[in-house]
């Protein structure tokens, strides 16, 4: 299992608009073979970036999600946004998952 943590920096005056875009996300990655989950973190401290969270069962199913035409069309709306609503460019992680805890319910 991997995940893939993309660190978003967001204006703070375009904050309400960059979270909205999540709750009306177009939702192809759900249907993605391999995907797990996706978390939409805010930041509890000003000046730190927003982290758009997803847990795939590997790394190729991940590389499979961006190449796919359903990831260009559910970044396609990205443009949405103007570019002074980003304060830096955004940092793509991805880790390995060598210890994983849960309870039945998040």
């Given at each position: 299992m991997i995940t893939v943590?993309?660190?978003?920096?967001?204006?703070?005056?375009?904050?309400?608009?960059?979270?909205?875009r999540f709750r009306e996300r177009a939702g192809l990655v759900d249907q993605m073979p391999g995907f797990l989950s996706n978390f939409v973190l805010r930041p509890t401290k000003s000046g730190e970036?927003?982290?758009v969270?997803?847990?795939?069962?590997s790394r190729e199913a991940f590389?499979?999600?961006?190449?796919?035409?359903?990831f260009h069309q559910g970044h396609a709306r990205s443009g949405s946004l103007p570019r002074e609503a980003f304060s830096s460019p955004n940092i793509l992680e991805i880790h390995e998952v060598i210890s994983h805890?849960?309870?039945q319910k998040l």
């Amino acid at each position: 299992m991997i995940t893939v943590a993309n660190r978003i920096y967001v204006n703070p005056d375009f904050a309400e608009a960059f979270e909205a875009r999540f709750r009306e996300r177009a939702g192809l990655v759900d249907q993605m073979p391999g995907f797990l989950s996706n978390f939409v973190l805010r930041p509890t401290k000003s000046g730190e970036p927003y982290i758009v969270l997803t847990l795939w069962e590997s790394r190729e199913a991940f590389e499979g999600w961006t190449q796919s035409d359903a990831f260009h069309q559910g970044h396609a709306r990205s443009g949405s946004l103007p570019r002074e609503a980003f304060s830096s460019p955004n940092i793509l992680e991805i880790h390995e998952v060598i210890s994983h805890a849960q309870t039945q319910k998040l």
